[in-house]
């Protein structure tokens, strides 16, 4: 079956559209963009046109290349004291002249939508609550919620633990007392650990997952996206011989995809003063 995280996503964001009409919600979303990045680009006008969708006000700030780190740092310590902004977003890559963790760190808590900042990381990592948890983890979660999948005591498999995806999910899954394995390219034997596994999160980057690693009940969330050989969107899950040997699956795109806007959306339309 599939997991139709294009459907899901929907109706999140009609949700909290409707949240965000009915509680007179004054949120503003800056999104910082530097360089020319053509990638990075088509997700920030995805994440402009999502936000107008939602009724949250959004500026998009561009920034040449040339941008130095101190300038970038100057502009967010401005967003950050201006009340009128409530999320602040800075799209990744940077430039390589600019240090990312730097970069991150100086956005306040309480703005950061994406749930990078050391402090949201920390909580989430402690058991605490962050002011926002990274937008594809949540996302990944608020899809396997709407198919109520059971997490409790599930058997979990992320494989990559990169601090946007792998890291925050595989700290959620065990939030919810799954028991979770983390597997990266060190990792011995990947193919033993997701045949046992209940729930497989693949974020890798490349084909990882194939047929006869998975079991019959198993629930396969694919975050990866890539272009493969045939120029095509791809996933890390070889779908199509896959999917028909498991319970559940993602498909790419129309999967995670979707779930990181609504989710990063719905982020947004959290305000803290
Ligand atoms: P990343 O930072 O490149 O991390 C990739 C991870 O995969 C690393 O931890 C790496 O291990 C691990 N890895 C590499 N080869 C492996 C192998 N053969 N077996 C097991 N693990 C292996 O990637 P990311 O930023 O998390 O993104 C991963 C994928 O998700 C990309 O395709 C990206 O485009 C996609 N993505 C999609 C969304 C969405 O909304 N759909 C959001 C974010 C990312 P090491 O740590 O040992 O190097």
Do not use: W
């Amino acid at each position: 079956m599939i997991l139709d995280g294009k459907a899901v996503s929907q109706k999140i964001l009609e949700q909290v559209r409707k949240r965000v009409e009915a509680e007179n919600i004054k949120a503003h979303l800056v999104v910082i963009l530097v360089g020319e990045d053509s990638a990075s680009k088509i997700y920030v006008k995805n994440k402009k046109i999502a936000a107008e969708k939602v009724g949250i006000k959004s500026t998009v700030i561009e920034l040449p290349d040339s941008t130095t780190e101190s300038e970038l740092l100057d502009k967010i310590d401005k967003l950050n004291k201006d009340q009128d902004v409530t999320g602040i977003l800075v799209q990744l890559p940077l430039p390589e002249h600019i240090d990312k963790n730097k970069i991150v760190q100086a956005i306040s808590p309480k703005k950061d939508v994406d749930g990078f900042t050391p402090e949201n990381v920390g909580k989430l990592a402690i058991g605490l609550e962050p002011y926002f948890y990274p937008a594809t983890p949540q996302g990944i979660i608020m899809l396997l919620d709407e198919y109520k999948i059971p997490l409790e005591g599930a058997d979990a498999v992320v494989i990559g633990r990169s601090n946007i995806v792998g890291r925050p999910i595989a700290q959620m899954l065990l939030r919810r007392n799954a028991t979770v394995t983390i597997a990266h390219s060190y990792t011995k034997d990947l193919e033993s650990k997701i045949k046992t596994a209940d729930i497989v999160v693949s974020a890798v980057g490349k084909k990882v997952v194939r047929c006869k690693m998975v079991n019959r009940n198993s629930v396969i969330v694919d975050v990866g996206i890539f272009r493969g050989s045939n120029g095509k969107l791809t996933g890390d899950v070889d779908f199509d011989l896959v999917s028909p040997s498991v319970k559940y699956i993602t498909p790419v795109p129309g999967g995670v995809g979707p779930m990181t806007i609504a989710s990063l959306m719905y982020n947004a339309s959290k305000v803290y003063h």
